[in-house]
């Protein structure tokens, strides 16, 4: 810590935050100071396939300690990609080095989808494909961490009509993964889960499907704090999605909803095609109108119906469509519309035009 001059009272306040995401504790600060400044950590490889390098992005913007302090001094990374010096032939021979140094001891961290139609050609680096360089690497780790969404499931890579033939790491090379997940993932829970190993030895209880229950063991709707007013019928995802968004705010500042904007579930396998689209006419309108008077009732089951079907402004982009009835569905899943018990406009817009009580029937 003296060598790297971090700031010992922004470090404590660090391991403090750490053993909240664990929901441990204030008591094991103490222990988690020891954890992270041991020599006994082990060595961390990063690697990069097919992403945006967003993930590492929310580290770079990491404050208190910030990113050298999280990349260099907590959690002991030996290779990533992204911010080494070396480049090119030695960037390999480190890489390759590093695994035949650690194997069996180093932890993978590994960022992006694999590439695998027609043998992985699709993703390549320094003449490898990114398929050849995960069975290489990858099974000779002692535990692998899909930091991400494109990791664990595909994410983007693998949206339809995904030609490369994305997957996550588990599908792509059989491999078990604690899965991290977020568009991008809050650093927080990537240092919280190795500290956890750190301190029993082990990785932190997991979800069946490889996410750790301290992250993603709650709904974002369930911690949500709504200081805006709930979004449920806005589109909002937080019911399904899984993530500690609401409980640890990026850089302890804010996220998604408290900046006004809907959840659109970016933890959760398949987002990209499940959940689109994200934005259309009819939801923005509903929301400039509406939005500033929402009041929320007990069925929380949508926001409102007769500013678009009375003013005509789903039927006039259903026309527009190839596939109507697929639009329509679509649109009345993004609301969390229920046809049959929804309780119309007036339940949340007293003032919209035309809006009753009455049980619609689509």
């Not at 391991?15 to 664990?22: E, H, Q, V």
Request: net charge negative; aromatic share 6%.
């Amino acid at each position: 810590m003296k060598q790297r001059l971090i700031d010992r009272r922004s470090f404590l306040k660090y391991c403090g935050t750490i053993a909240a995401t664990l929901g441990l504790s204030s008591t094991m600060v103490p222990r988690i100071v020891k954890a992270l400044t041991t020599d006994a950590r082990p060595p961390v490889i990063w690697l990069h396939f097919a992403e945006c390098t967003g993930c590492s992005e929310a580290f770079l913007r990491a404050t208190d300690p910030g990113v050298a302090d999280i990349l260099l001094d907590v959690l002991n990374v030996t290779y990533h990609e992204t911010i080494q010096v070396a480049c090119g032939q030695k960037a390999e021979y480190n890489r390759d080095q590093a695994v035949a140094d650690h194997a069996g001891e180093f932890i993978c961290i590994v960022e992006g989808a694999i590439p695998t139609a027609d043998n992985g050609i699709y993703g390549m680096i320094g003449g490898r494909t990114m398929l050849d360089i995960a069975r290489a690497v990858i099974p000779q780790a002692r535990h692998t961490i899909a930091l991400g969404t494109c990791a664990a499931y595909g994410g983007l890579p693998a949206a339809q009509p995904n030609p490369t033939g994305a997957k996550g790491v588990k599908d792509a090379i059989g491999v078990d993964t604690i899965n991290i997940t977020g568009c991008p993932p809050h650093p927080m829970n990537l240092v919280a889960c190795i500290t956890s190993y750190l301190l029993n030895g082990r990785m932190p209880s997991l979800r069946p499907d490889g996410r750790p229950e301290f992250c993603h063991g709650s709904t974002v709707h369930a911690a949500c704090t709504v200081p805006h007013g709930c979004m449920q019928g806005y589109n909002c995802k937080g019911p399904r999605t899984y993530n500690n968004c609401a409980s640890l705010h990026y850089n302890q500042e804010s996220w998604c909803v408290q900046a006004e904007h809907q959840c659109i579930g970016c933890s959760e396998p398949n987002f990209w095609d499940l959940n689109q689209p994200f934005y259309n006419p009819m939801w923005m309108s509903m929301f400039a109108t509406y939005r500033a008077t929402a009041t929320p009732h007990e069925e929380q089951t949508t926001a409102s119906c007769t500013p678009c079907h009375g003013g005509d402004i789903f039927e006039k982009e259903e026309a527009r469509q190839s596939n109507p009835r697929k639009f329509q569905l679509a649109m009345h899943r993004e609301h969390e519309i229920s046809l049959m018990t929804n309780r119309s406009c007036a339940s949340c817009h007293p003032e919209a035009p035309g809006a009753t009580n009455e049980r619609i029937d689509d």
